[in-house]
Every structure is written in structure tokens, then in C-alpha cells.
T-cell receptor, first 113, second 113 residues
């Protein structure tokens, strides 16, 4: 089975721009979660989608949004980028429940200048 | 604030030695998971231990859970250079129809050949 894939792998943007990241889960997995990882804050949960619905949300501003498509692929969008949004964005998929085993993608490294 | 806190933050050992990492948490949990991350890449799930379990093994890994002390430990026996990575514990707590999955900041393990 192919693993979780994320595109793009690296991205450089400037302040004020917006960005869309994509995640394709493992085939058959319906839950997709997104995380932000920074050296200072560590791994922080952004949101989780299941069957095209946001099921859970972390404590991030509304500039961070996401969606899930009928094939379980997910995108996250960050609008009006700030320097502090520079991070590794990780996507993880699980069969149904994210509190069981999650399978992580390699991440998208975003640099905001 | 982080639910899971790993200790130590960094650990350096010789190949062949055992490595022990600890995780403490604050609230009641449903399960606790350990993940490994190699240098800025995606996380790999290692082991999941449920709140009613006290010990689990997987290959060279041994995880214990003490819910009375709200702590868990990960033991890697006969370490190898390939074990060099950051190790994270993640706690899962549920309530009020929702769940919270929280990662600690990790222990950086260096195994010297």
C-alpha cells in the first residue's frame, strides 16, 4: 500500500500570501489530521477531517482552514501568511479514528519570508 | 500547555546500550502512543498502550504505563545507530463527544556507533 503523500514538499512564500497544501491518505483511510511542527511549540494539532466533515479542531486562528474531498484527500489553506507560520506541516491518516494508529506523511516545509 | 512532557529532552548513548525515555501527563487518558521522527521528516508510529494496560512489547521496544503516576516510559534495548531520532509521546483523552490528541516536545536520542 502506498503511504501518505504530501505535496509540495517545500514551499517558500512571502508575508501576506496564501498557501494550499495537499495530502493524500493511505487508500481506505477516511480520517485525515493536520499538524504544525515548529522548534518552539512542537507538534500542534490543527484539525481533523472524516468523511468530508471537520470532526475536531485545534486552537489555531481562522486563517488556517481545511477541507476533505470525497476520495478522502485533504487540503489545508493558510491565508495572510505570517513569519510565524514557517513550520513543517504534517498530515496523518487513519482508518477511522485518529486516536488509534496514525500514519504520517513526510510533511511540507513552509518558509515564510 | 502540552499534555505529554518527555524527559530527558536529549539523550546520548553508545551503540548496544539501552535507552529509556519518560513521558508524564496531566489528565486521564484513553491511550498513550509513542512515535519516532527522523530529522525533520514524518512521524512513525511505534506502539500504542491503552489505559488498562501496564506494559507492551514490540521487538526491541518496551513501553510501560503507570496511570496512578500519570507516566509512561519507552525502553529501547540494544540500541543501534539507526535508532538515532526524536521520540514523542502522544496522549489521547476523550470527553464530551470529542477527543484531544496531544504530543509532547520529544526526546532527541543520539546513538553513537
Amino acid at each position: 500500500k502506498a503511504g501518505v503523500t504530501q505535496t509540495p514538499r517545500y514551499l517558500i512564500k512571502t508575508r501576506g500570501q496564501q498557501v494550499t497544501l495537499s495530502c493524500s491518505p493511505i487508500s481506505g483511510h477516511r480520517s485525515v489530521s493536520w499538524y504544525q511542527q515548529t522548534p518552539g511549540q512542537g507538534l500542534q494539532f490543527l484539525f481533523e477531517y472524516f468523511s468530508e466533515t471537520q470532526r475536531n479542531k485545534g486552537n489555531f486562528p481562522g486563517r488556517f482552514s481545511g477541507r476533505q474531498f470525497s476520495n478522502s484527500r485533504s487540503e489545508m489553506n493558510v491565508s495572510t501568511l505570517e513569519l510565524g507560520d514557517s513550520a513543517l506541516y504534517l498530515c496523518a491518516s487513519s482508518f477511522i479514528n485518529p486516536w488509534e494508529t496514525q500514519y504520517f506523511g513526510p510533511g511540507t516545509r513552509l518558509l515564510v519570508l | 500547555s502540552q499534555q505529554g512532557e518527555e524527559d530527558p529532552q536529549a539523550l546520548s548513548i553508545q551503540e548496544g546500550e539501552n535507552a529509556t525515555m519518560n513521558c508524564s501527563y496531566k489528565t486521564s487518558i484513553n491511550n498513550l502512543q509513542w512515535y519516532r521522527q527522523n530529522s525533520g521528516r514524518g512521524l512513525v508510529h511505534l506502539i500504542l498502550i491503552r489505559s488498562n494496560e501496564r506494559e507492551k512489547h514490540s521487538g526491541r521496544l518496551r513501553v510501560t504505563l503507570d496511570t496512578s503516576k500519570k507516566s509512561s516510559s519507552l525502553l529501547i534495548t540494544a540500541s543501534r545507530a539507526a535508532d538515532t531520532a526524536s521520540y514523542f509521546c502522544a496522549t489521547v483523552a476523550s470527553g464530551a463527544g470529542s477527543y484531544q490528541l496531544t504530543f509532547g516536545k520529544g526526546t532527541k536520542l543520539s546513538v553513537i556507533p
